[in-house]
């Protein structure tokens, strides 16, 4: 069997799908108040603090700072990446390395207790598929070291990129500990990471102009530079979640650049990755991808669609960095039958040799002699075929 990779009518149509059913969840989101429908145990994102400069204490005990002040745990596992290896072909050949399969970049949305759209998940449901994806060998990586052909991962393990889209209140807040509020993405996945020590604890958020529900500029500060420190990726979703292709280039080019200047101020790197606010692509291409508006730069490795199958290898002849593939967090009820994670994640399991498997060298690209055709012209002085 073989994955129709190349079916762009197929594609088109499950993105289509994708993209009606996030505007039917937009409808039905909460509009003025971003933070109404955030779980309870995430009250209190409000009173993230900005973050202390050097000398003064950081507890919250110490600096009388409100109980949201963020804090760094000792029990928290850290996003550091493995050392590298110096892959020979006989190394890659014992490891089965192919680092031109194929990566699943998986896509979600709100994480609520009482789902209200398919693409809801429940947290119960992230720590499931988390859980099984930490079984199976894989390792998140995120999407900006996706990009940039930085999959460091430890040999014969597989990089998975975790993404989440629109910044919502249930993806990050902290308790009254200053730790992550139990049942957001971000608990979830240091929960599993603690459980499951090859889980590299990292996510890719990509929000809008209120990120986490967070309208005060020192709160998203916070909690934007708070992630970034921990290893994970807050990048751009465009300031207001429109549809770019309804949208002349000028606007679109706005859209982008106005998030991209604030998340300057709010203190973290400028965006390498963007994702498509429902997939949704301009009519000029280009334009989603490097542009400038307002004096305001930008210029992205890769833009993400809303997806309906695994991303081809960074390294891979036929990688698009202007259109690369998601994959929906779902079951297999309906259009998810053959397009969502379970589906893929199954079919992956049950086909290997189609797989991304690293060599654990992250100077090398490593694939079976007969796969290495395979790998795009400007990575051919990497390739380490066996």
């Not at 200053?178 to 958020?205: E, L, Q």
Request: hydrophobic residues 40%; aromatic residues 8%.
């Amino acid at each position: 069997m073989r994955p129709s990779l190349s079916s762009t009518r197929v594609i088109g149509a499950a993105n289509v799908a994708v993209i009606l059913v996030a505007v039917v969840a937009l409808m039905i989101m909460p509009g003025d108040d971003p933070a109404a429908h955030a779980p309870p145990e995430a009250a209190r994102v409000g009173r993230i603090q900005p973050a202390p400069s050097p000398g003064q204490p950081s507890s919250p005990a110490a600096s009388g700072q409100p109980s949201g002040q963020p804090s760094e745990p000792a029990t928290m596992p850290t996003a550091s990446q493995p050392p590298a290896v110096v892959a020979t072909p006989e190394f890659a050949r014992q490891v089965k390395a192919n680092e031109a399969g194929l990566v699943p970049i998986i896509m979600y949305h709100r994480i609520i207790k009482k789902r209200m759209a398919s693409i809801d998940r429940t947290p119960a449901q992230l720590r499931q598929e988390l859980e099984k994806l930490a079984k199976q060998g894989y390792v998140p990586i995120t999407a900006a070291e996706f990009a940039a052909g930085r999959v460091q991962v430890p040999a014969g393990k597989f990089p998975v990129v975790l993404t989440f889209d629109d910044g919502h209140p249930s993806h990050f807040a902290l308790d009254d500990q200053g730790r992550p509020a139990k049942n957001t993405a971000v608990a979830i996945i240091y929960d599993v990471a603690r459980k499951y020590p090859s889980f590299r604890p990292v996510a890719t958020f990509w929000v809008n102009h209120y990120p986490f529900g967070l309208q005060k500029q020192e709160q998203q500060a916070s909690a934007v530079q708070w992630l970034h420190k921990q290893g994970f990726e807050v990048a751009n979703h465009t300031w207001a979640h429109p549809n770019l292709r309804a949208m002349g280039t000028k606007k679109v080019r706005e859209q982008i650049a106005r998030l991209e200047r604030m998340l300057k101020k709010l203190g973290v790197p400028p965006s390498t990755t963007m994702a498509l606010p429902f997939g949704s692509m301009p009519h000029k291409k280009k334009a989603a991808r490097k542009g400038e508006w307002g004096g305001v730069p930008y210029d992205f490795d890769a833009v993400f669609l809303a997806g309906a199958e695994p991303s081809l290898s960074p390294f891979a002849k036929g990688y698009d960095p202007g259109a690369v593939q998601r994959i929906q967090s779902n079951g297999k009820k309906g259009e998810c039958r053959k397009w969502c994670s379970q589906y893929w994640l199954e079919w992956l399991q049950k086909h290997p040799g189609w797989r991304y498997v690293s060599d654990g060298d992250s100077d090398r690209v490593s694939v079976p002699k007969k796969l290495q055709g395979n790998i795009a012209p400007k990575r051919r002085d990497q390739v380490n075929a066996y």
